[in-house]
Structure formats: C-alpha cells, structure tokens
C-alpha cells in the first residue's frame, strides 16, 4: 500500500515532509543531505495510499528495506552492498554516487517530448541529477545506483545461475527462487503476470505483449533501463537508455528483437 506520494490524495502531505513532489519524480532521493533512515522515519508519519495486502502499489516500499538493511547489519546501504555484492562479484563500476575522477563516464540524461522529440533533461532531482556533486548521504533502497551495461549483466547472470557467478555464492537457489516467485495472486496483474520479490514475473507466455518465456522476470529503472532474465532460454537482456522522461518505444522493440533472432529454442 506504500506509494511514492505523488498520488493526488497524499501528494501535499507528502510534500510536507520532503517526500513525494518534492523528491523529484517521487522516488529521487540523492539530493537529500541525510541517511535514508531519517528520510524513512518521516514517512512513517504519513498515511499509506492503501490498506496493505489490499492493491499492489509501487512506492518507497524498497526505500524501507534499505533502512532495515542498514538498521540489521550496523552499516550503511552503500557499504553492505559493496562488500556483499557488488566486490564479490566484481561490479567495478557500480555506485551511489560517481567517483569524482569518474565523473566524464556519466553520461548525459535526455527527455522525451509528447512528440518524442530529443533534449537535455535540465539540471537538478528531474534531470542530471546529483550523482557526482550531491551531499552523499542518502543510499536509497529503491532508486540510486548508476552501473555498466557489463557490470549489470553480471547481477543478471549471477541470478541466472541461481545465486552464483564465477565460483562466488551471493544467494542460495532457494532465495532466488522464492524471490522470482509470484507472492502477490492477481493484486499485480489478473491477466497472467505476476510479481515476486523485486520482479515482475511472466506467468502466461504473450501475458504483457511479449516474446518472453515463461516464468522470465525483470524491472526496469526510472531513465529507462530494462532487464530480463529467462531461465528457459538461459538469456539475460540488459537495455539502458538515459531519458526521463522516457516516451521512446525502443525500449518495447529491443527484447523483441532479440527473441526474433533466436533460431534455437530450448524446450
């Protein structure tokens, strides 16, 4: 029942308290000059958009289990996951906040019109963001990293595998299956897609207009990004395009594509 706060009925009290509106698109939270802890802490004191278990809504949910990370290791979100995954699986270029002597590498974020017509996105939570000269203190759970197609693959893979990737266990076949499970019934979607923990999950093949196979799973990102990981295919498909915001159809054209090239399909 958590949202991002942008919905009409919560928006202003949101705002109140440096959320919804005044975090950007509503999730943006990397010009926020403290822990993510405190910024959750504050959401504690607004209402949810709906009774929980009653709709799937998508919102600061993964923002709480950020703080609830940091709250049960005793660290920060950014140093549990450096040394819990992205060192040991060698995801060398994939961070909170860009390195300044990395800075050239970050490229520029465009925005589409309703006429989808190219410009730079403006500076500030809505555009460039502040992934190199922001304040560095919030690690948000649920929106944040800037990463590598190469290194994104590697997360991908890794899931794939069922929690391995080049002899380095990160999680056991068991989580990744509970966690590409459907754990939602039809709250997500009654027409044959599901949603697991952290995935949406394809239940019925052509369910979401795709060529996926059955029981693929994947998000996307805010400046439009996808993923998939099919594990009847063993494939995993990474797209990353900077827009926010994003009107192109590329990012729907790609996996299909992809699968039209496929001349060999397992069973």
Same mark, same amino acid.
């Given at each position: 029942g958590i949202s991002y706060g942008t919905d009409s009925a919560l928006a202003m009290r949101y705002q109140e308290k440096g959320l919804g509106p005044a975090a950007g698109w509503g999730w943006y939270s990397a010009d926020k000059d403290e822990? @993510?802890?405190?910024?959750? *802490?504050?959401?504690? !004191?607004?209402?949810?958009?709906?009774?929980?278990? *009653?709709?799937? @809504?998508y919102g600061y949910n993964t923002d709480i289990l950020g703080c609830v990370v940091e709250r049960a290791s005793g660290v920060s979100l950014d140093e549990f996951i450096r040394t819990r995954i992205t060192r040991p699986l060698r995801m060398n270029d994939t961070y909170f906040f860009v390195p300044p002597a990395q800075r050239d590498r970050l490229v520029t974020v465009y925005a589409s019109d309703s006429a989808n017509r190219i410009a730079?996105?403006?500076?500030?939570?809505?555009?460039?963001?502040? +992934? @190199?000269?922001?304040?560095?203190?919030?690690?948000?759970?649920?929106? =944040?990293? @800037? !990463?590598?197609?190469?290194?994104?693959?590697?997360?991908?893979?890794?899931?794939?595998?069922?929690?391995?990737?080049?002899?380095?266990?990160? /999680? !056991?076949?068991?989580?990744?299956? /509970?966690?590409?499970? #459907?754990?939602?019934g039809t709250l997500y979607s009654a027409e044959g897609e599901g949603f697991g923990l952290g995935f949406s999950i394809l239940q019925r093949l052509g369910a979401d #207009? !795709? /060529?996926?196979?059955?029981?693929?799973f994947g998000w996307?990102?805010? +400046?439009?990004?996808? +993923?998939? &990981?099919?594990?009847?295919? =063993? &494939?995993?498909?990474?797209?990353?395009?900077?827009?926010?915001?994003?009107?192109s159809d590329v990012g729907a054209k790609f996996p299909t594509l992809v699968y039209q090239a496929l001349t060999t399909l397992r069973n």
């Open positions: 822990p @993510v802890c405190s910024t959750m *802490e504050r959401l504690a !004191s607004l209402p949810f958009l709906r009774q929980p278990g *009653e709709a799937w @809504v730079r996105a403006p500076n500030g939570a809505k555009g460039q963001g502040h +992934y @190199v000269e922001g304040p560095r203190r919030s690690f948000s759970g649920g929106a =944040g990293l @800037v !990463s590598t197609a190469r290194d994104y693959a590697r997360l991908l893979q890794m899931l794939l595998n069922g929690g391995e990737l080049d002899g380095v266990g990160i /999680l !056991s076949p068991q989580t990744v299956a /509970l966690m590409t499970t #459907n754990q939602t #207009n !795709s /060529l996926f196979s059955v029981g693929s996307g990102g805010a +400046y439009g990004s996808q +993923y998939r &990981i099919d594990p009847k295919q =063993g &494939i995993v498909l990474v797209f990353m395009l900077n827009q926010l915001p994003n009107r």
